[in-house]
């Protein structure tokens, strides 16, 4: 039986991501990424972290964006 394994390693989750490897590690550098480090070299990250990494910031479509505006002019009549 084979277990499988929750953590990615660092090329791995650079892969998940879609980012180039040099890059993923800028942003590790940078702290800008979680990511565990349990013997203070190798880092180790959880899809749920990357994937809240990846979805935490939402840019608006245009549509949604004239809809707000609609509804906000409309309220000022």
Avoid: H
């Amino acid at each position: 039986m084979t277990e499988q394994r929750t953590l990615l390693n660092t090329k791995e989750a650079a892969e998940y991501c879609g980012f180039k490897l040099s890059y993923f590690r800028k942003l590790m550098m940078r702290r800008t990424i979680p990511m565990y480090k349990p013997c203070g070299k190798l880092c180790f990250f959880k899809k749920e972290d990357l994937d809240a990494f990846l979805t935490g910031v939402r840019v608006s479509s245009q549509e949604e964006i004239d809809r707000e505006a609609d509804r906000y002019l409309a309220g000022r009549r």
